[in-house]
């Protein structure tokens, strides 16, 4: 296992409805770290979402679970390698439920200085924003 890696923490509602959302949009379910109660989802060697239900969840704290269907709790911002890649994960993020959140004028902003992204909002109400940016060193 790498030195750092980033394991997001999400509650789901329904966590095998959660786990075939994931597989569908191509990211891989970790066996070792996943039981009835938690399912990892590795996105890539150093990113995983650890899905946790809901009840398991508040485990981890004591505050109120927040209602991510009815408002945002964070948005996961995911560095991709082309604009077509973004368009590729956001498809198949579609086709597997969830739903996109447009916002032309972000998008015309992002433009101007080089970035393209879109926004889906998984069937918890999760925010993930993929994005490509032309930056130097690309």
């Given at each position: 296992m790498p030195s750092k890696m980033i394991f997001i923490n999400l509650p789901v509602a329904d966590l095998g409805r959660s786990k075939n959302f994931y597989e569908a949009i191509g990211w891989k379910v970790n066996q070792d770290f996943t039981d009835e109660n938690a399912?990892?989802?590795?996105?890539?060697?150093?990113?995983?979402?650890?899905?946790?239900?809901?009840?398991?969840?508040?485990?981890?704290?004591?505050?109120?679970?927040?209602?991510?269907?009815?408002?945002?709790?964070?948005?996961?911002?995911?560095?991709?390698?082309?604009?077509?890649?973004?368009?590729?994960?956001?498809?198949?993020?579609?086709?597997?439920?969830?739903?996109?959140?447009?916002n032309e004028d972000r998008r015309a902003e992002e433009a101007q200085v080089g970035m393209f992204g879109r926004t889906f909002i998984d069937p918890d109400g999760h925010q993930w924003e993929p994005f490509w940016m032309d930056y130097p060193g690309n």
């Open positions: 399912a990892c989802i590795v996105i890539d060697d150093n990113i995983c979402a650890m899905l946790l239900t809901r009840d398991f969840f508040t485990t981890f704290s004591k505050r109120p679970i927040a209602d991510t269907v009815a408002t945002v709790g964070g948005a996961f911002a995911l560095s991709l390698a082309s604009a077509r890649e973004v368009d590729i994960l956001t498809e198949a993020a579609l086709a597997a439920g969830a739903t996109e959140e447009l």
